[in-house]
Nanobody
């Protein structure tokens, strides 16, 4: 099986920074795409940022210029650097990976979520 484990959430003041990490482990042959999603109370889960195997990225409009997604393929780990945080960034952040397992099955996996709270 495959597991995605997130870390790095917490409480930060407006204007502050956090870095989220997502480590993928298990029977992984290849990771095609990795992404970060977030879900605020009473809201739909939304895509924040995504990075493909060729390194190309895309971002939700409200985080462009503030958030950066990156990946370390040697560690099967990807990151979300969040700068200039705003109260409206408060949400549970989930990592997501579309990958091929050693068995050649292709699936999407989710992490358990990590809380990010931006408040004075």
């Amino acid at each position: 099986q495959v597991q995605l484990v997130e870390s790095g959430g917490g409480l930060v003041q407006p204007g502050g920074s956090l870095r989220l990490s997502c480590a993928a482990s298990g029977s992984i042959a290849s990771i095609y795409a990795m992404g970060w999603y977030r879900q605020a109370p009473g809201e739909q889960r939304e895509l924040v940022a995504r990075i493909l195997s060729d390194g190309s990225t895309n971002y939700e409009d409200s985080v462009k210029g503030r958030f950066t997604i990156s990946r370390d393929d040697r560690k099967n780990t990807f990151y979300l650097q969040m700068n200039s945080l705003k109260p409206e960034d408060t949400a549970v952040y989930f990592c997501n990976a579309f990958l091929m397992m050693v068995s050649t099955e292709k699936r999407i996996f989710w992490g358990q979520g990590t809380q990010v709270t931006v408040s004075a």
